[in-house]
C-alpha cells in the first residue's frame, strides 16, 4: 500500500554537503514516523535520522552534522548532511511507520522500506 523512493544519492568530496529526499505514497491516512537508516559494505544497517510527531532524533555519529525535516503536505521527509566525512559512504535507506484502512474497514500499521540511495563521500 505504501511505497517510499529516496533520492539525491551522490559522490561528494569530504567537508561538502548533500540532501537526500524521500517521498511516500500509495493508500495510507497518517504518517506514524519516518526515518533514514544507512549501510555500508560489510557493516550493519544502522539509525541515522528518525523525525515523528514533530520530534527529532539523531545518531551520535552525525548529531550537529545532518538535519532531517518532514514536509506534510508533500509527505516528504528531508535529510540535510553537512561537513561530509568518508565514514558517512553507504547506502542511505528511507524507513516509515504508516497507518491505512483496510479492506475489513479497519485501521491497520504497517512499516515500509524504501531502495535506497548510494553516498560516496571520497576525494
Known amino acids: 500500500q505504501v511505497q517510499l523512493v529516496e533520492s539525491g544519492g551522490d559522490l561528494v568530496q569530504p567537508g561538502g554537503a548533500l540532501g537526500l529526499s524521500c517521498a511516500a505514497s500509495?493508500?495510507?491516512?497518517?504518517?506514524?514516523?519516518m526515518a533514514w537508516y544507512r549501510q555500508a559494505p560489510g557493516k550493519q544497517r544502522e539509525l541515522v535520522a528518525r523525525i515523528g510527531r514533530s520530534e527529532t532524533q539523531y545518531s551520535s555519529s552525525v548529531k550537529g552534522r545532518f538535519t532531517v525535516s518532514e514536509d506534510d503536505f508533500k509527505n516528504t521527509v528531508h535529510l540535510q548532511m553537512n561537513d561530509l566525512r568518508p565514514e558517512d559512504t553507504a547506502t542511505y535507506y528511507c524507513?516509515?511507520?504508516?497507518?491505512?484502512?483496510?479492506?475489513?474497514?479497519?485501521?491497520?500499521?504497517?512499516?515500509?522500506w524504501g531502495r535506497g540511495t548510494p553516498v560516496t563521500v571520497s576525494s
Open positions: 524507513n516509515g511507520g504508516f497507518y491505512y484502512i483496510g479492506k475489513d474497514g479497519k485501521q491497520w500499521y504497517t512499516e515500509e
Open positions: 500509495g493508500s495510507f491516512i497518517s504518517i506514524s514516523f
